[in-house]
C-alpha cells in the first residue's frame, strides 16, 4: 500500500520535532548516576580542623556505644521490624548475639533478629571507616555574623587546615564551603571570604581542590544571585589557572520565594538554568523556609505539612534534570543535660531518656526523608550520625527483598518485550529500580555482590543503566 504522507515532508516535520526532542533531553537528561551522598554535616568554619570529621566519627560511635551497647537496645528504642522477638535479659542477648555472629550470612538472614543486627553493626563499621560522607565548612548560620577581621582569619585558616586534611588523606569524599548570602547586606562578605578562602587553599595545595569540591549558596531568591556567583567562578577560575567549569555551587531552597515567584510561578527551574551546568544540587533549609511561612519554633520540623508541600514543589520542578536534591536537619540533638562522668543513676537515665528520644525523632526525620525520595539530608552534630546511617540502612534493607524480586522480574522479561515497551514502560521502572541498588551500595546498606541476587553481572550494574543493560541483552 503507497503511503499518503510525502517523504520531504514527513522529513522536514520530524527534523522540526527532533529538534525540540534534543532541547527536552538537554534540560531533563534524567537522574545522575554518579554517588550521591546521603548526608552532609555543617559544621562552622571556626571549629574546622584537618581531622574533624575524624573526631566526629570517634564522638558518633562513643555516643552509640554509650547509649545502646548492643544492637537489641537500638533495636527496641527504633522499633525495628522484629524487635519484638528479642530477648531483654542481658545473658539472652550476649548468647543471641553470638550464635548470629557465627552464622553463614544465610542463615543469619532467616532469624527475626537479622534486620536488627545488620543494621547495628553496618552503623559501627560506617563510624569507623567513614563517618563523614560531605562536610560544608560553613561561614553563615553555623559561624554567625562576626567581625570582618575574624572572618578574613577564619577564612585563611580554615582553608590551610581542609589543604592539611588533604595531604593527611583525613578530608571526607564529598567537602566545600557556605558562603554568606548574595542578599544586598551581605553580597561583599560573602565574596570576599570565597575569594580569601579558596586563594589560600590553592597556594597551599598548588592549585589543587579536594575531590567534590563544591559552594554552597544560601538564601537565592532570584537567579541573578546565582549567575553572579558563576561570573565569580569564572574570575577565580582565571586567577588561579583552573580549567573552565572546575567550580561547582549547590542552591538553597530556604524561602517561599524560590517555591513561588511574585507571579506566581515556581522559580527553581530558572534558578538553575542561571547557573549555567555549575549547580549540582539543591538543599532543603527547613528551619528558614518554616519561619518564612509563619510556623512558629515549636513546630519547625522537617515533616511539617509545609516542608512537604516545598519538597513536592522542588520535586516537580527539578524532577529529570539531575540535580541531587537534600532534606534538612532535625534540631533536637541526641545529647544528654547531664555531663560528666561521676553522675547519679537518676541523670545516667535521664540522659538515656533525652538521647533515645532525639534517636526516635532523627530517625523517623530522615525515614519520612527517605520515603518521600529525599536520599540525603543534613547533620548538626556527630550524635546524630548513628541515627542517619541507621535510619538509611533500615530503609534499603528492610525493602531489599522486595527489590530484589521486581528487578529481577524486569529483567526476565526483558528477554522477551518489545524494545518500543521498554523504552516508554518498563525501562523508566527498571531504572528506578536499579537506582535503589545503586543508592543501597553507594551508602553501604549492600555490597555488588549482593545486587548479583537481581540477575544482573557486576558489568551491568556499574552501566548504572537499565537501558543500555537491556540493549546488551538484545544483542547477545
Known amino acids: 500500500m503507497q503511503l499518503s504522507i510525502n517523504e520531504n515532508e514527513q522529513a522536514r516535520?520530524?527534523?522540526?520535532?527532533?529538534?525540540?526532542?534534543?532541547?527536552?533531553?538537554?534540560?531533563?537528561?534524567?537522574?545522575?548516576?554518579?554517588?550521591?551522598?546521603?548526608?552532609?554535616?555543617?559544621?562552622?568554619?571556626?571549629?574546622?580542623?584537618?581531622?574533624?570529621?575524624?573526631?566526629?566519627?570517634?564522638?558518633?560511635l562513643r555516643n552509640l556505644q554509650t547509649y545502646s551497647p548492643n544492637?537489641?537496645?537500638?533495636?527496641?528504642?527504633?522499633?525495628?521490624?522484629?524487635?519484638?522477638?528479642?530477648?531483654?535479659?542481658?545473658?539472652?542477648?550476649?548468647?543471641?548475639?553470638?550464635?548470629?555472629?557465627?552464622?553463614?550470612?544465610?542463615?543469619?538472614?532467616?532469624?527475626?533478629?537479622?534486620?536488627?543486627?545488620?543494621?547495628?553493626?553496618?552503623?559501627?563499621?560506617?563510624?569507623?571507616?567513614?563517618?563523614v560522607e560531605d562536610f560544608r565548612i560553613d561561614f553563615e548560620d553555623g559561624f554567625g555574623n562576626r567581625p570582618n577581621v575574624e572572618e578574613d582569619v577564619t577564612a585563611i585558616t580554615a582553608a590551610q587546615e581542609l589543604a592539611k586534611g588533604m595531604q593527611q588523606g583525613t578530608v571526607s569524599?564529598?567537602?566545600?564551603?557556605?558562603?554568606?548570602?548574595?542578599?544586598?547586606?551581605?553580597?561583599?562578605?560573602?565574596?570576599?571570604?570565597?575569594?580569601?578562602?579558596?586563594?589560600?587553599?590553592?597556594?597551599?595545595?598548588?592549585?589543587?581542590?579536594?575531590?567534590?569540591?563544591?559552594v554552597m549558596l544560601p538564601k537565592v531568591t532570584i537567579p541573578e544571585q546565582?549567575?553572579?556567583l558563576v561570573r565569580l567562578f569564572e574570575l577565580?577560575?582565571?586567577?588561579?589557572?583552573?580549567?573552565?567549569?572546575?567550580l561547582q555551587m549547590e542552591t538553597m531552597v530556604e524561602a517561599t520565594q524560590i517555591i513561588m515567584d511574585e507571579e506566581g510561578r515556581n522559580p527553581l527551574l530558572r534558578i538553575i538554568k542561571a547557573s549555567e551546568g555549575r549547580c549540582i544540587a539543591a538543599h532543603f533549609g527547613t528551619y528558614d523556609y518554616t519561619a518564612s511561612c509563619g510556623i512558629t519554633a515549636r513546630y519547625q520540623t522537617m515533616d511539617h505539612p509545609v516542608c512537604d508541600f516545598a519538597h513536592h514543589m522542588t520535586k516537580v520542578a527539578l524532577a529529570g534534570t539531575g540535580i541531587f536534591l537534600s532534606d534538612g536537619a532535625t534540631n533536637v540533638m541526641p545529647i544528654g543535660p547531664h555531663r560528666g562522668e561521676d553522675l547519679s543513676f537518676e541523670q545516667q537515665a535521664e540522659n538515656r531518656a533525652a538521647v533515645h528520644h532525639a534517636w526516635r525523632m532523627g530517625f523517623h526525620h530522615t525515614m519520612h526523608s527517605l520515603i518521600n525520595g529525599f536520599y540525603q539530608g543534613w547533620d548538626l552534630n556527630p550524635a546524630q550520625l548513628p541515627m542517619r546511617y541507621a535510619a538509611t540502612y533500615n530503609f534499603f534493607l528492610g525493602s531489599y527483598d522486595d527489590a530484589v524480586f521486581r528487578l529481577k522480574t524486569f529483567v526476565e522479561r526483558a528477554a522477551i518485550s518489545t524494545l518500543t515497551k521498554d523504552i516508554f514502560d518498563d525501562a523508566a521502572t527498571g531504572q528506578g529500580l536499579l537506582n535503589f541498588f545503586l543508592k543501597a551500595m553507594n551508602c553501604g546498606a549492600i555490597a555488588e555482590e549482593e545486587a548479583l541476587a537481581t540477575g544482573?553481572?557486576?558489568?551491568?550494574?556499574?552501566?548504572?543503566?537499565?537501558?543500555?543493560?537491556?540493549?546488551?541483552?538484545?544483542?547477545?
Open 13 to 60: 516535520l520530524l527534523t522540526t520535532l527532533g529538534e525540540a526532542n534534543r532541547r527536552f533531553q538537554q534540560t531533563y537528561p534524567g537522574d545522575r548516576t554518579d554517588r550521591q551522598p546521603v548526608h552532609t554535616v555543617y559544621g562552622g568554619a571556626n571549629l574546622f580542623k584537618a581531622d574533624t570529621c575524624l573526631k566526629m566519627g570517634e564522638i558518633a
Open 71 to 131: 544492637f537489641v537496645v537500638l533495636a527496641k528504642v527504633l522499633e525495628l521490624a522484629g524487635h519484638e522477638h528479642l530477648p531483654h535479659l542481658e545473658n539472652e542477648i550476649f548468647t543471641l548475639t553470638h550464635k548470629l555472629d557465627n552464622m553463614p550470612a544465610a542463615a543469619r538472614k532467616q532469624e527475626p533478629a537479622w534486620l536488627a543486627y545488620t543494621v547495628y553493626n553496618k552503623i559501627v563499621r560506617k563510624l569507623q571507616t567513614e563517618p
Open 173 to 214: 569524599p564529598f567537602i566545600g564551603i557556605r558562603i554568606k548570602p548574595f542578599t544586598e547586606d551581605l553580597k561583599h562578605r560573602g565574596v570576599r571570604t570565597l575569594d580569601l578562602f579558596l586563594t589560600a587553599l590553592l597556594e597551599a595545595t598548588n592549585g589543587v581542590l579536594p575531590a567534590n569540591f563544591v
Open 226 to 228: 546565582v549567575t553572579t
Open 236 to 246: 577565580l577560575e582565571k586567577a588561579h589557572q583552573l580549567p573552565a567549569g572546575t
Open 456 to 476: 544482573l553481572t557486576l558489568e551491568e550494574i556499574r552501566s548504572r543503566s537499565f537501558y543500555r543493560i537491556l540493549e546488551g541483552r538484545r544483542k547477545k
